[in-house]
């Protein structure tokens, strides 16, 4: 059986707005890997589509870690000998130390100097700096606000929070035909910073509220977790369950202007990272591939050696590969509709070919069917596209052996998915082909 | 055991002339899938080897496909209004649409327009064009021919008959010690064409006539089939035996100028496929290599996924790839006797190599045997052939361990495979070396 | 467990002066595959490491050769007719061929010349000629000292014995907690000749002193051999031990200006091959890789079918491949302490690499373990040095799965070995990582 094609009745602009809009609202929260901005943010997503929230009490073994207790903030501040907030946490929630534990002090400059981070190479970026595992507090502001500092003493403030209360992830399930299930994961975790990752947060709550509608073979679990401890609490917790993952991408850094990049999973050549590949060369556009490291985000964890799920990620441009990452150059102008709705394109022709790549036997193995006589040869129709067609339709008879998926078969012949899907689909229905199940190994 | 050098006591020269010669003679019939033009075709082949004509009655079922009815033409004409033919089978009969069904009318030129077919691009070629399992006729005529017509009424005739006869298809079997066979297939369909394909027939037809007066390993098939439903209906009669084929090649455009193309079997690392490869790379021409597709000659119904054979098609310049492909320019200036016999040292060699291609153990395996004691080392001689002499019996000794044919000896060492088989020989007379049997896979 | 690291506490430049001297003093020496020039050496040799000198009788059958009568030589020399030595023995033992058999005569130059031997191409130098296994005699000199011989009688004298006695070679054994063996062979016959093969003794030497010293994982077992018929004659006298040896390295040309080569082993992929590939790779330095072929030194014999040992070689610029290769230019001029020393930094780093390649499993292979809490992430050290080395970790955490070692994770994380090594000791250190045994395949 064939899945309906996933990109006919899109509207792709629309969706690059809608994505946008939902940035512009997700920005201004305070996130941290805990807390009342995270709980906050997935209110929102729940707005949008299911979302079961999970809270998991402080102190929870997972694994070889322990949840941590739960930041909250509402206000910090450095303020100058005229009360002046010369650093305001209000203006940017990138100012403070993300879980810096709170502090009320006056201090002279000279004092306050090491708790201070900045920029020196983009005097107007604010950077982005955590302290999750280690009970440390700091600012961060912009070079040149730093260098305006006039000595002199200074009331500092941080009104946090540091208490045993809960970690919060968010999961949606729809489920389809089968069991198996497609992985979809990104971290919310982080505060006002929009390639990393609202717009992942954005595209997997779109994706998620479109594949709701539709009528899917595989289930698709979307995570909407903390980074790091989120995944790893998520993996404890569903330990017994893990293995109906088939198919995973983490979604992140995906609104920017840079090419398409995708990170295989540490297997390398599952199924994903086929399908990504198929994509990705078949797009026209200028992409990237990069082998599996465990370095970069959740598929850390995904792709530990104790579960080595076929879990890739499909960014933009990578963490670590733009100067804005983890400043507050990340931001509004930084992402844009059209990457956005280019990047869902992607996706989209992923999960098509998950969703559509089938085995197929060829009822008619010893030489060629006669494809003439039920006007499936030179029939009428363009003549550039009929013979692409045709073409499609003799590498799906002749490599539909048992042996060969539908991607299998589109990439030795070259020819893009779609097409040879469409072309196995003419054929079964002319009794030619029967799709049989195959193995996740997906045989070449 | 050594099979002989198939290279030596041969004139390429004068078997380029010869197959050109027989070209010419062909050059005039009017051959089509069915009737008297494809016999005669089969009678003149027939005089020069020993072959099995087949006569398969119209309506045989075979597999998918029905032997169609039989198509004789005797005239067909365009004549206007002062009874000159404007076109005229008779001067080419590419100006008939071949398998066209009879007709007898009188039509103005807008009538007519749609039962002429010409190429503007090329306006001063007939293009071949062919209606095998629609009824349908038409005539073919150059873009000059069509632009000089003038308005009026036209008397057209096809004096052509599609009645129940037979398909007729032609076998010569060379018997060689083994029954295993190399199987040389190509088309005999096409009329007043040169390259595509008497060029094959020709050069079948010399291979089969010198192959018989030769001592061989392997048991030879020549068959000169009508395209894709000759080979069809030869596949369906020998089902049961068609697992003696262990090698084979489709033998078509091989008298233009263009670089030798071998186009792999569906396996693509069969011995067919490296013997070839061997060949071109060695031969210090420029070649190409193409993959195996599901597009072409006849190699499309022996590659079916239920036949699966390793044969493969080394022609000069593939079909399509040539502007004269299917039209009157493919004529007899087109092909030339010296590429004609260019293709056929190819086409030795590939079978020099199948039938030398052995596997030998090393009776003496641990350190080197000492050649010098048996005058096999630093012996007189031209000392560059003289070192690459010795190296070819290193290499043949070291690699000799009973899973490394001659080939696999000749193209991991980078010698040409002569070399290596005369070294593996010389070896073997000393008694360094054992024949021993080896299976088809042919190990590396 | 960890082998120290082979680099620490070496004085490479040291190392490399102590090299040369030796060389210089092996150098005037008259060395043969037999006699007392070859015995005088290895005393030399054992001089400086435990050596266990081997003599094996002339007659000897060792699988397909005979060890050969001993040549002693004491003076040969051509005298023009005013008694003047025009060829003398005594200033180069290039000048006889190596194994002449006695002669004294008086000729004329006519009928001396087929004996004299000369590269008109490098009129400098003297050719190194020899005659082992068939009974010559002859001279070699410089085509400007052939050029000026002058018509007229000459006498002829050759004080040389061929007679029974024995072959000569040395073996010594560093045992190690291992009885696997690493094999370092070396070539020790040849005369006056600096890079092939002193430059390989004195390095052996160096490498057979230096590694007496240390706590080893593997025995090692240094061979000085003389050419082919040593060491057939070690693997006919150790057939039963050689399943020993799991990994070995040729060693010639060792001392000259030219890139590092390796010639990988017949196996090609075999620890050895991949140790020295990731050596030369991270050195920084250009470098040359060859596939194994049966033609060069002693690895022809140790790689012969019937052995096929795991030994590659490691050389500069290859046999034949410098102009001064079996000349007289091959002095000690053309090597140098500085690349001799580089070559030996080489060849520790490979020894390195095989004593610390280990195979570890990751004990919390379930997500990563936390590392900040154990002091093992971000802790204090030069930032980018700190990041490679938590790279190394997650990657060690990673792949060790059992089917990795470490040479494995090194290769695939693009990481140098001895980083890798690092991470994984500190990692083991911790409890996360444990050793475990591994075939000597090495699982990737």
Same sequence: chains 1, 2, 3.
């Avoid at 479109?210 to 289930?219: A, C, K, N």
């Avoid at 995708?262 to 026209?284: M, Q, T």
């Avoid at 003419?426 to 009794?431: I, M, V």
């Amino acid at each position: 059986m064939t899945s309906p094609n996933l990109l006919t009745n899109v509207s792709m602009d629309a969706a690059g707005q809608e994505m946008y809009q939902f940035i512009q609202e997700l920005y201004p929260i305070c996130r941290s890997i805990t807390g009342s901005g995270l709980r906050d943010t997935l209110k929102r997503i729940s707005d949008r589509i299911t979302l079961e929230v999970h809270e998991v009490p402080s102190g929870t073994q997972v694994f070889d870690w322990t949840v941590p207790r739960e930041w909250n903030i509402r206000d910090a501040y450095v303020k100058d000998q005229n009360g002046h907030r010369v650093i305001d946490f209000k203006q940017c929630n990138l100012h403070v130390v993300n879980y810096s534990v709170p502090v009320k002090a006056t201090m002279t400059l000279a004092d306050l100097r090491p708790y201070l981070h900045s920029l020196p190479d983009y005097p107007d970026w604010i950077p982005y700096r955590t302290s999750y595992y280690q009970e440390r507090w700091g600012f961060c502001l912009t070079q040149r606000q730093l260098d305006q500092l006039k000595e002199g003493t200074y009331e500092v403030c941080i009104d946090s929070t540091l208490e045993n209360g809960s970690l919060t992830y968010g999961e949606c399930v729809i489920r389809g035909q089968e069991q198996s299930e497609v992985l979809i994961s990104c971290h919310v975790c982080h505060p006002s910073l929009c390639n990393d990752n609202l717009s992942g947060i954005v595209l997997s709550a779109w994706l998620a509220s479109y594949l709701s509608g539709i009528d899917l073979r595989y289930s698709y679990r979307f995570l909407f977790l903390p980074g790091t401890i989120g995944s790893i609490t998520w993996l404890s917790r569903n330990e017994d369950r893990v293995n109906r993952v088939k198919h995973g991408l983490v979604v992140a850094c995906v609104g920017d202007s840079g090419k398409l990049t995708y990170k295989k999973s540490r297997r390398s050549d599952a199924e994903i990272d086929r399908a990504a590949l198929h994509v990705l060369k078949h797009s026209g556009d200028p992409y990237a591939v990069l082998e599996f490291s465990p370095y970069g985000y959740d598929e850390r964890q995904y792709c530990s050696p104790g579960f080595n799920l076929a879990v890739g990620s499909l960014t933009r441009t990578p963490n670590h590969a733009f100067p804005e990452y983890h400043t507050s150059g990340d931001d509004l102008d930084f992402v844009r509709p059209e990457f956005l709705s280019d990047s869902l394109t992607k996706y989209l022709r992923i999960i098509d070919i998950l969703e559509n790549n089938r085995c197929y036997v060829n009822l008619s193995p010893k030489c060629e069917p006669q494809l003439g006589k039920r006007g499936l040869y030179r029939s009428e129709g363009g003549k550039i596209d009929q013979h692409c067609r045709e073409l499609a339709m003799l590498w799906a008879l002749n490599l539909s052996d048992g042996s060969h998926t539908l991607l299998d078969i589109a990439d030795r012949s070259g020819i893009q998915f779609s097409v040879i899907r469409d072309a196995a689909a003419a054929l079964a229905a002319h009794g030619l082909l029967k799709e049989i199940a195959y193995s996740s190994k997906g045989l070449v």
